[in-house]
C-alpha cells in the first residue's frame, strides 16, 4: 500500500515542476519561484529571482508548509482525449512522465511537441496549438 501512496504522491508533483509557486513556510513567511525539484518529504529545489539575480535554493522539508501553483495546469488529458479523435487507439497518456506519446514515436508535453517529425506530428503540433487557443478563450 506505501508504494501505492509514493506513487500517486509523485504523479501529483511532477506536473508541478516547472513552474511558478507559492511556497508558504512554516514560520508563515513565503518565497514565490520555480519549482525545479521536490521528493515525497517535500524538500524542494527552486529557483528564485532577487534583484535580477537567479538563485537556487533548497527549502529542509520541515520549513515547507504549503505549496501552491501560482499558473493554470495544463490538462494532458483533454489534449489526449482530443488527439485520440484524430489518432484513434494511437494515443497514450503518460502522466507519470507529464507526457503524451502518439504512434509510439511522437511525444507531446504542456511545452508541444517535443520529440517526432514529418506529417503526423505535423497534425499533432496543430491540434496542440488549437487547444492552446481554447484554453486562451476560456481565460479571457
Keep these: 500500500m506505501s508504494s501505492i501512496i509514493e506513487k500517486r504522491f509523485g504523479e501529483e508533483l ?4 516547472g513552474k511558478q509557486v507559492d511556497i ?3 514560520d508563515g513567511a513565503t518565497i514565490k519561484g520555480v519549482l525545479l525539484a521536490v521528493d515525497s518529504s517535500l524538500r524542494v529545489i527552486m529557483e528564485v529571482v532577487n534583484d535580477n539575480l537567479k538563485q537556487k535554493i533548497i527549502l529542509n522539508s520541515g520549513a515547507v508548509k504549503r505549496i501552491t501553483l501560482l499558473e493554470n495546469p495544463f490538462d494532458l488529458k483533454a489534449l489526449s482525449e482530443k488527439l485520440n479523435k484524430l489518432f484513434p487507439g494511437l494515443v497514450k497518456l503518460r502522466e507519470d512522465i507529464g507526457a503524451i506519446i502518439v ?6 508535453t504542456d511545452a ?3 520529440e517526432g517529425y514529418g506529417p503526423s506530428a505535423e497534425k499533432v503540433r496543430g491540434v496542440y496549438q488549437e ?3 481554447e484554453l486562451k478563450k476560456r481565460m479571457t
Excluded at 511532477?14 to 515542476?17: E, F, I, N
Excluded at 504512434?103 to 507531446?108: Q, R, Y
Design 112 to 114: 508541444g511537441v517535443v
Design 103 to 108: 504512434m509510439e514515436k511522437i511525444k507531446v
Design 14 to 17: 511532477v506536473p508541478l515542476l
Design 131 to 133: 487547444y492552446l487557443n
Design 24 to 26: 508558504t513556510m512554516s
